[in-house]
Nanobody
Framework: VQLQASGGGSVQPGGALRLSCAAS????????IGWFRQAPPNEREGISC???????YYPNSVKGRFTISRDSAKNIVYLQMRDLRPEDTAVYYC???????????????WGPGTLVTVSS
């Protein structure tokens, strides 16, 4: 049981990337799925979540620029990122939970993250 994040890379400010979170061993439709990021020395922060009923959540720092979506057939959750800024540079992770409103400690199936670098 694991979630694998991919799709990171280097992009200039104002650019876009689409991250993928592929699930193995379970169906993404059976869980709420969240995206998180960490840029040392900062703590890991939640940046998006999609609940099983279709509700999505974003903090103000990414609202209007990031969009989370599911592809049930492919068992993947995407994070479309637009208008990227240098402060978006981080390692991005995805994880599952019984509820988007649950604390981060209740998320599991963390896989290796994917690095996003935004720089000119």
């Amino acid at each position: 049981v694991q979630l694998q994040a991919s799709g990171g890379g280097s992009v200039q400010p104002g650019g876009a990337l689409r991250l993928s979170c592929a699930a193995s061993g379970f169906r993404v439709d059976d869980y709420d799925i969240g995206w998180f990021r960490q840029a040392p020395p900062n703590e890991r922060e939640g940046i998006s979540c999609t609940s099983r009923d279709g509700t999505t959540y974003y903090p103000n720092s990414v609202k209007g620029r990031f969009t989370i979506s599911r592809d049930s057939a492919k068992n993947i959750v995407y994070l479309q990122m637009r208008d990227l800024r240098p402060e978006d540079t981080a390692v991005y992770y995805c994880a599952r939970s019984g509820g988007c409103h649950f604390p981060e400690s209740d998320f599991d199936s963390w896989g290796p993250g994917t690095l996003v670098t935004v720089s000119s």
